[in-house]
């Protein structure tokens, strides 16, 4: 069984930065993808970043590039930087994982999904 836990998410001002972290725990392959995707209200859940599991690929939503970063650990934990934070960044952030080592950006590509973290980004 494969547990993935968000958290970092919290309320923070327009302009401000957040580091979110997704640890995973529990049985897993030797070769995986993690990713990021978000939901804000009312809006479907649309893919933000992917990394692989060694760390030498990653993909960011065009839109957010230049305010995103994706990065991991030997731990296995995978982290979102946001910086310059806006109102439209609201969302829940869920942490996403697949047992292939290529990364993926669709939400149907992924088996794993933690429960989210709750980011507010207040104007």
């Known amino acids: 069984q494969v547990q993935l836990v968000e958290s970092g998410g919290r309320l923070v001002q327009a302009g401000g930065s957040l580091r979110l972290s997704c640890s995973v725990s529990g049985r897993f392959f030797s070769a995986y993808s993690m990713g990021w995707f978000r939901q804000g209200p009312g809006r479907e859940r649309e893919f933000v970043a992917a990394?692989?599991?060694?760390?030498?690929?990653t993909v960011l939503a065009e839109p957010l590039k230049g305010r995103f970063t994706i990065s991991g650990d030997v731990k296995g934990t995978v982290y979102l930087q946001m910086n310059d934070l806006v109102p439209e960044d609201t969302a829940i952030y869920y942490c996403a994982a697949r047992p292939y080592s290529v990364v993926a950006t669709d939400v149907g590509a992924f088996e794993y999904w933690g429960q989210g973290t709750q980011v507010t980004v207040s104007s």
């Open positions: 990394i692989s599991w060694n760390g030498d690929k």
